[in-house]
């Protein structure tokens, strides 16, 4: 959107094309969301001035400020509340939102400007030329059929040329991973380990009494031990709806704990069941974040594209958002992309008009944004994760009580000017332990009135696919599950699954434990390819168009 801004300004033509793999824009988003307008002030400066009946942001779904903070420290039964973090006071300046109701608003006002935008079309293959630069990406085939046969509705997918190509995926984008690999971004960067959390959250109707428009509530401590990192929260929104959600480091070790069934027992918590109970439960999902701040950046261009937002980790985990930091990198991006391409084409202009171009050559090989990582450099973003750089790390090292110590000294005295920076030690699937030497773990049934088994909460997810295409989860030894994961690790897949995908069941034949993958349940979460302990499963794009559609997440 901002290019076609800066393009309208200097009177350029250029076309801009977004694709989807949902639905539609927003069906795939989730997030907690208490938003801080900073990148939207720049993208629409003058936004709070025209919000009245008429105006060009009178729909714009920013309708919930926040009035109120508050921070607890949970035991089992009871709360304690303490200071607020200044990183997290959002009073009289934040809002409280559903990412997915703006992203559709954002793409309505794409359109607005000339952006190409197409749901339903999912990435699945990065294009490259003779030159090993990104020359646009190919969706998915349609009509496929399990066995790999084409069926009657058949339609192969689409190349879609471009000279720029920017991956805005959000964590663990299987697209954005597959350059990561291809250019060695990572490597070239000197990056740690990208680290990530499993989010689990439901929006709920609670009864008028039990509803305090614009309070923010953050949690730390049970239903999670003191050696798993995560949290909790309750954002109060309009219209007596209530999101409510659990944040689980997915660095944990023990592999029989469940994601899914930890976010149950925060429900049970008194201070959350006061705020949900006589209420309506209207939708539920998961999703990954990355949690690895600035130490995991990975080198963020490339020859004819770039990474933005979560694909690259711009998220501030300590302040618990990452929206605006991925709007202000796509912003930047945009920038460059138009000062990129400007001189692309004056260069080609000035070529065939002294008579030694062929139209349509390439002149100094693939366009790249030179100069994107640098101004993300000196931007407000790495301002803010270089200040953070140190608390997530500390969690790890030290588990929650020193984590917190660790947290209240960067914050209130070093203040991100510590001559050091925590690197985070490995990947998150290197952090679990073998079932043997962890305790296990047992959930009690749910009641079904404020907590839900997972078919219950799948069907509020609205997720969908066609049961007869080939399966998107790929196994890349499929006998490995049976030798390794179930007899060493208690078969954690069943267990880290927040939609009931992975299951195992006795094998007609032997008897023994067969792992079934129910991929039609998938939220794309990508958990699954994150916390494998042998990193083999491999998440990949379905048919365009499935998976969750969620409205007010």
């Not at 711009?314 to 709007?327: C, D, E, Q, S, W």
Request: net charge neutral.
């Amino acid at each position: 959107m901002h290019l076609l801004q800066l393009c309208k300004e200097d009177n350029r033509d250029l076309s801009v094309c977004v694709i989807e793999k949902g639905s539609e824009v927003g069906a795939h988003i989730l997030s907690g969301n208490v938003f801080e307008p900073r990148a939207l002030d720049e993208l629409f400066p003058k936004w709070s001035e025209q919000q009245g009946e008429g105006q060009a942001f009178a729909d714009l779904p920013l309708r919930q400020k926040a009035t109120a903070d508050r921070f607890y420290m949970l035991t089992q039964g009871s709360s304690i509340r303490l200071p607020n973090p200044p990183q997290m006071k959002n009073r009289g300046k934040n809002y409280i939102i559903s990412l997915s109701e703006l992203t559709r608003w954002l793409a309505k006002h794409a359109e607005e400007q000339g952006v190409d935008v197409f749901p339903g079309f999912a990435g699945k293959e990065v294009l490259y030329d003779w030159h090993n630069a990104v020359v646009g990406v190919a969706t998915g085939d349609m009509g496929i059929a399990k066995d790999g046969s084409r069926k009657p509705s058949y339609t192969p997918g689409v190349d879609l040329m471009a000279r720029l190509t920017l991956f805005g995926e959000g964590a663990r984008g299987s697209l954005s991973q597959s350059l990561m690999q291809h250019y060695g971004l990572r490597e070239a960067a000197g990056a740690s380990p990208q680290t990530y959390a499993l989010g689990l959250k439901e929006v709920w109707e609670v009864p008028e009494e039990q509803h305090q428009p614009g309070l923010v509530v953050h949690t730390v401590g049970y239903p999670l031990d003191n050696s798993t990192y995560g949290g909790g929260w309750i954002y109060h929104m309009e219209s007596r709806r209530v999101s409510l959600g659990l944040v689980v480091g997915l660095d944990y070790a023990n592999p029989s704990l469940s994601p899914y069934q930890e976010f149950q027992a925060f429900k049970r918590h008194p201070l959350v069941a006061a705020t949900i109970v006589g209420g309506t439960c209207l939708q539920y999902g998961a999703r990954s974040l990355n949690e690895g701040g600035l130490q995991s950046i990975p080198k963020l261009a490339f020859p004819g594209g770039a990474l933005i937002g979560c694909s690259a980790g711009f998220l501030n985990t300590p302040k618990i958002k990452g929206t605006h930091t991925a709007m202000k990198s796509g912003i930047v991006a945009g920038e460059e992309a138009f000062r990129a391409l400007g001189l692309a084409d004056d260069a080609g202009k000035k070529a065939r008009d002294g008579g030694y171009c062929v139209k349509g050559a390439r002149l100094a090989g693939p366009i790249t944004l030179r100069n994107y990582a640098d101004r993300m450099e000196v931007s407000w973003v790495y301002q803010e994760l270089e200040r953070a750089r140190n608390i997530r790390p500390g969690f790890s090292k030290w588990g929650l009580w020193g984590g917190m110590a660790n947290a209240a000294l960067i914050t209130y005295l070093l203040r991100g000017r510590e001559p050091w920076t925590l690197k985070h030690r490995h990947a998150d699937h290197e952090a679990t332990k073998l079932a043997r030497d962890c305790p296990p773990k047992d959930y009690p049934k749910p009641d079904g009135v404020t907590t839900f088994d997972i078919p219950t909460s799948l069907y509020r997810s609205g997720t969908n696919h066609n049961h007869d295409q080939p399966p998107h989860l790929v196994l890349a030894d499929p006998g490995l599950p049976e030798v390794v994961n179930h007899p060493q690790y208690g078969g954690p897949e069943a267990k880290y699954c927040p939609a009931g995908v992975y299951e195992y069941a006795a094998d007609e034949a032997s008897g023994r434990p067969r792992l079934v993958i129910n991929a039609q349940n998938c939220l794309h979460c990508k958990a699954c390819s994150i916390k494998d302990p042998r990193q083999n499963i491999t998440w990949t794009v379905p048919e365009g168009g499935g998976g969750p559609n969620y409205t007010i997440m």
